[in-house]
């Protein structure tokens, strides 16, 4: 018999995640931030600045969290609850080290929620320690500064698949597709039933925009989120709740739908917020993030190791190796990798805004490489970015997301 993780967990996850932790570097990075984990300063903030849950103190709660504790099968956990003021509808869980987690609830999302859509938030969150995705903890591995663009980005694509298994571990635990629905609706726009009338189909038309949107606008930071939109979380529980694995779990739902039916279709609806190169593309724009970090690189006058191993990295090896002997061969390098920026943009500023975004994000990571960068580097990202039709303030959240 199949465990119920096995039944609940999105395939694509499943993949991503041991992709990932055999990534050497990831792998790497992983292990040494879970080395570092100290529980003492996280812990003794809560306990002086939020109300830590007993079952006399808020028993409803507390049954809550057990209930859901349960049905997972994480009884082995020793778990913490805290309750912190903030008008933020919010949750999270905490991974201590050995058995130990802490779940959190803001102030926000108890009055914004009512019991069964608690139920559905305490099993979402408990869901990321039923699947370990603790092993790779996202931000600290990006707080390295130690990933190219490319492995920033597989991480951040992996983080999505975590949330849409977390939610399936959260529908099993209150088994209500309705309140999980709600839940979304009211961290959406603040209001549920029987205000809204729910109908999903006219909801589901809300991905349909974001499609449009991702491949016309310059602005796509959202594309980069950990969390994949919420439109795109309703339809993936919705599609679970039809599947013949929660109907074996739970009895409930049609079970008209395969699992291997259910996860194609959410990759599908993901799949516009991974800004990945199409295969007959990948030369030009190699060549094109190539020219322009290097016009970047040569910006301070210097062309460091660091920066040119960083650009290696960033491009296939070939492409690599026949423009760097150009630039070795004429007195200006600066000014013939700004000329052949500008002839090898051009093809590149009709593709997707999630694939434009990618460049500038690669080309970020290169001009950083050095651990510093002045502001002829930056007049170059905003050149790049105007040429690409990109906001420039997108340098800034690249920045600030790999600090």
Known sequence: MQKI?????????????????????????????????????????????????????????????????????????KIEIYIYSSPEPNASCAYLGGERVILTFSSGLLKTMNRDELKFVAGHELGHSLFKHSALPFHGILESGELSAESAMRLMAWSRRAEVSADRAGL????????????????SCGVSYPIISFDLREYSKQIQDLEEMADNLADTSHCYSSHPFNPIRVVAVELYSRSRDFHRLTGQGSGMLTIDQVDEEINKVLSFMEPVPKDK????????????????????????????ENLKQQID???????????????????????????????????????????????????????????????????????????????????????
């Open 317 to 403: 090896s070939a492409v690599f190796a026949r423009h760097i002997g150009l630039l070795e061969q004429v007195d200006d390098p600066g000014a013939l990798a700004r000329e052949r920026f500008f002839n090898s943009v051009k093809p590149l500023k009709t593709l997707p805004a999630p694939d434009r975004c990618s460049i500038v994000q690669r080309l970020v990571v290169v001009a950083r490489a050095d651990q510093r960068m002045d502001d002829k580097e930056f007049d170059v990202l905003n050149t790049v970015c105007d040429e690409l039709a990109v906001e420039r303030s997108f340098v800034q959240q690249i920045l600030m997301f790999l600090n």
């Open 5 to 77: 993780e096995q039944m609940i967990r999105f395939s694509s996850d499943v993949d991503e995640y041991h992709a990932l932790l055999a990534d050497e570097v990831i792998g790497n990075l992983a292990q040494k931030r879970l080395k570092s984990i100290r529980e003492d300063g996280y812990r003794r903030d809560l306990l002086g600045n939020s109300l830590r849950i007993t079952p006399s103190i808020a028993p409803d709660l507390y049954s809550i969290v057990q209930d859901a504790q349960s049905k997972l099968g994480l009884e082995e956990k």
């Open 172 to 187: 099993y635990v209150c088994q209500d597709p309705e309140a999980a629905i709600s839940s979304f609706l009211k961290l």
């Open 281 to 308: 593309e990948k030369e030009i724009i190699d060549e094109c993030v190539f020219w322009a970090g290097a016009w970047i690189a040569h910006a301070d006058g210097e062309f460091v190791e660091v920066e040119a």
